[in-house]
């Protein structure tokens, strides 16, 4: 009887400490960051505060570098999940295709396919000042040049290279990117994508909606 006591009060003391070790995992781990909180509780400073969406550089969107790469992929930097799907693709030289990409944590406004989803022909640039603007990717990544001595530059480890058209009194008239897989796009004023060549010269033209589009084949002007 006495061995039988003993070791049911080992048990109820060896429950005792899980329990106790449990309820201190559980208070520090309610008081880390967590990638499940509701964001609309936040911040109210209870300890579990949640990052800020969007807080990345939007060049850290789209397919992650293999140093930073684990999973479906998922950027292990960034906690971003990234997806690829291939809709469509022919045969020709230069193949004409059609592929989505989904962001788990995306820096881009949705284009009309979903949150968190861009696709092939998704490129545009946005002015966010008179001296800077934003680049966007198909793949969901952005990048910010700047305006300075009257080249647009980016950071160090951003391939691509823009330039402007301007008119006679120096207002914006186009824009061109040289991407770093050497294609050549071309955009207009207002950042919309108008032609992507290869650099054997073979171009995809793009033509946009306008009012006067039946609302059969585009609802609003600009698709």
Not at 74 to 92: H, I, K, M, P, W
Not at 93 to 115: A, E, Q, S
């Amino acid at each position: 009887m006495l061995h039988a006591l003993s070791v049911l009060s080992l048990l109820s003391l060896q429950a005792a400490a899980v329990a106790a070790l449990d309820l201190s995992t559980a208070k520090l781990a309610f008081s880390a960051p967590s990638p499940y909180c509701d964001y609309t509780d936040e911040p109210d400073g209870d300890g579990d505060e949640c990052p800020t969406p969007n807080q990345d550089p939007p060049k850290n969107s789209g397919n992650p570098p293999l140093c930073t790469s684990a999973g479906d992929p998922v950027n292990v930097g960034t906690g971003n999940l990234f997806e690829t799907q291939a809709d469509y693709t022919d045969r020709s030289v230069d193949p004409l295709n059609f592929t989505r990409y989904y962001n788990g944590r995306p820096t881009l406004n949705p284009v009309g396919i979903g949150v968190g989803w861009t696709d092939s022909y998704s490129a545009q640039i946005q002015t966010l000042t008179s001296t800077s603007v934003q680049v966007d990717r198909p793949d969901g990544r952005g990048y910010i040049f700047n305006l300075s001595n009257g080249s647009w530059t980016s950071d160090p480890d951003v391939n691509e290279h823009l330039s402007s058209q301007t008119s006679a009194t120096g207002a914006i008239t186009g824009w061109t990117l040289r991407t770093a897989n050497d294609r050549t796009e071309t955009y207009n004023a207002a950042g919309q994508l108008l032609t992507i060549a290869d650099r054997a010269g073979l171009t995809q033209t793009l033509s946009y909606s306008t009012a006067s589009t039946p609302s059969s084949v585009a609802p609003t002007p600009g698709f």
